[in-house]
């Protein structure tokens, strides 16, 4: 191998100025969006967990042909949750907690990138792997509930029908990924090792998502079934269950709404407080 | 928001009274320098001496407790985002994404500065620290060498008045060592300053124009390399330490002490 050059004589190009927020966030997020489609992890966990559970629930209900936690639309929101808290919890804040622990995030912060602006990127890349969860989910329940187990009772999800369900799905989408990237941000706020926050993060999978599936469900009393719905995965999905059937929206969903908007101030308030940028 | 860096003034970097602390342990305490337009300016400390929470503070990481850091006249307290703009890093340890090919990292950063590099460009520069072939692997599938070569291109990749590198060289063996310390040696004669801090007294030597020598957070002494020895040949506690013709390694151990810092 022939020695690397000795030196570089490009002359410093003054004046030099502060670069406009414009670039740095076109940087951003193009490396953002770029590690985000290359984590095989990350994509397994965004795409093909929903579409696991969308597919065992829906399976349920065609071998059984009975209703067990909810209705079609309610499985659907429990697959959209399960994919939004596998994004944020075991995938947001693990990523964020590895990141710091190698020291990325201080090698960003000695650019003239603002520290919000580096966190703001990699959030709005996760919303938007969320947004494209969610596109895939609702189109494969399409396919699970009408072509492949052919549910055609008058409650079987077809959003297509409505472009107001569409749309108010997506917006409460927007609300239910603030809830678990917020969730996400105060794991990463509270729990510094990558390794205790894996951990964690599975041990919190339980009340946060989990727990959600029973909020239709009276199976294990009255009590449960109020803990369970007011929890942020049955929060979530109340909210995107009103979302998807617009007719059905009422003082709960508005609850729901304002009580996932909660969940997200407190635990972004954690996550802002509790964070630090080195491991150290 | 885009602003520009004021004319030059001679001065690359002015740091005055530089006081931080973590909690009751004050890190740095006190600390003033200046470095020349041009200059290699080397920091020498024990471990936890204080070198890489001043280089921190000078970087941005670390807010420090009190007094003034001037690049090239810009505030850099009251002004970070223009003071960054000015200056070049290369951290003790540096990672990048993990998902990212060298030449993304390359990209990155060249755009976190407003510097639009195209494809070729990108190449063109890693071919010259010799890393065109390595442009699609991944930074930790680099040697120590490879990713200290990257580390410094990157510091440099918006062509910064100012370089700041925390031990360069640590980690390297002779040959890589030599290799960055001439590429070193060539930033500085593009006319860029350089403060870098170090262990290593060969390098202080070989490579700085003037050397500062701190321990619990202060500035023992500043002077060149020859300059220090001349000064402190005849201190006892120098003395003290040498074995024979009194070296800089001598002022160094003379003035810091002989215990083994953690």
């Known amino acids: ?280 | 928001m885009t602003s520009e860096a004021p004319p030059v003034s001679g001065l690359a970097l002015q740091v005055k009274d530089l006081r931080v602390s973590y909690g009751p342990k004050r890190a740095v305490d006190g600390v003033s320098l200046d470095i020349n337009e041009g200059e290699i300016f080397g920091l020498l400390g024990p471990n936890g001496a204080g070198k890489t929470s001043t280089l921190s503070a000078i970087e941005g990481l670390l807010n420090p407790t009190s007094g003034s850091i001037l690049i090239r006249q810009v505030d850099a307290r009251a002004h970070p985002g223009l003071a960054k703009a000015l200056i070049g890093v290369q951290l003790q340890s540096t990672s990048f994404q993990s998902d990212l090919k060298i030449s993304e990292i390359v990209k990155l950063y060249a755009g976190l500065y407003g510097v639009p590099l195209t494809k070729q460009a990108i190449f063109d520069r890693l071919t010259e620290i010799h890393l065109g072939d390595e442009a699609s692997r991944r930074f930790s599938q680099l040697s120590g060498g490879q990713q200290k070569r990257l580390s410094l291109l990157i510091a440099t990749v918006h062509d910064p008045p100012l370089v700041l590198l925390d031990e360069p060289t640590s980690g390297l063996d002779p040959q890589a060592r030599r290799q960055l310390w001439d590429r070193i040696e060539g930033i500085r004669k593009s006319g860029r300053s350089i403060l870098l801090t170090t262990h290593s007294m060969e390098e202080a030597q070989s490579v700085c124009d003037r050397v500062a020598i701190m321990d619990d957070g202060k500035i023992l002494t500043v002077d060149t390399p020859a300059g220090l020895i001349e000064k402190h040949k005849d201190d006892p506690n120098v003395l003290a330490v040498a074995r024979g013709q009194v070296t800089l390694e001598d002022v160094f151990i003379g003035l810091t002490g002989r215990e083994l810092r953690e």
């Open chain 1, 1 to 280: 191998m022939s020695e690397p050059s000795a030196v570089t004589t490009q002359p410093a190009s003054p004046p030099l100025r502060a670069p406009a927020l414009s670039e740095i966030f076109r940087a951003l997020l193009e490396a953002d969006f770029t590690v985000q489609l290359r984590n095989n992890r990350a994509l397994l966990l965004s795409f093909a967990l929903p579409l696991v559970l969308l597919y065992a629930l829906f399976a349920s209900v065609a071998v059984k042909r009975r209703i067990i936690l909810g209705d079609p639309e309610f499985k659907i929101a429990a697959a959209l949750t399960l994919g939004m808290a596998s994004i944020a919890i075991l995938g947001y804040s693990m990523t964020v907690a590895r990141d710091r622990e190698k020291g990325v995030f201080q090698r960003l912060r000695v650019t003239p990138a603002p520290t919000w602006a580096i966190m703001t990127s990699r959030l709005l890349v996760q919303v938007a792997a969320m947004l494209a969860m969610a596109l895939v989910v609702l189109v494969a329940a399409n396919l699970f509930g009408w072509r492949i187990f052919s549910i055609a009772d008058s409650n079987s999800p077809d959003p297509a029908d409505s472009f107001v369900a569409y749309v108010l799905t997506f917006i409460c989408l927007i609300f239910s990924s603030a809830l678990f990237l917020s969730v996400g941000q105060a794991l990463a706020g509270l729990v510094k090792s990558a390794d205790t926050l894996n951990a964690v993060g599975r041990i919190a999978y339980l009340p946060l998502f989990a727990l959600g599936l029973f909020s239709q469900s009276t199976v294990f009393g009255t009590t449960f079934e109020l803990i369970s719905r007011w929890s942020p995965g049955g929060t979530v999905e109340t909210l995107l269950l009103g979302a998807m059937t617009p007719s059905s929206w009422n003082s709960d969903t508005w609850l729901a709404l304002a009580v996932s908007t909660a969940y997200s101030v407190v635990f972004a308030g954690i996550g802002i407080r509790w964070f630090q940028w080195g491991a150290r």
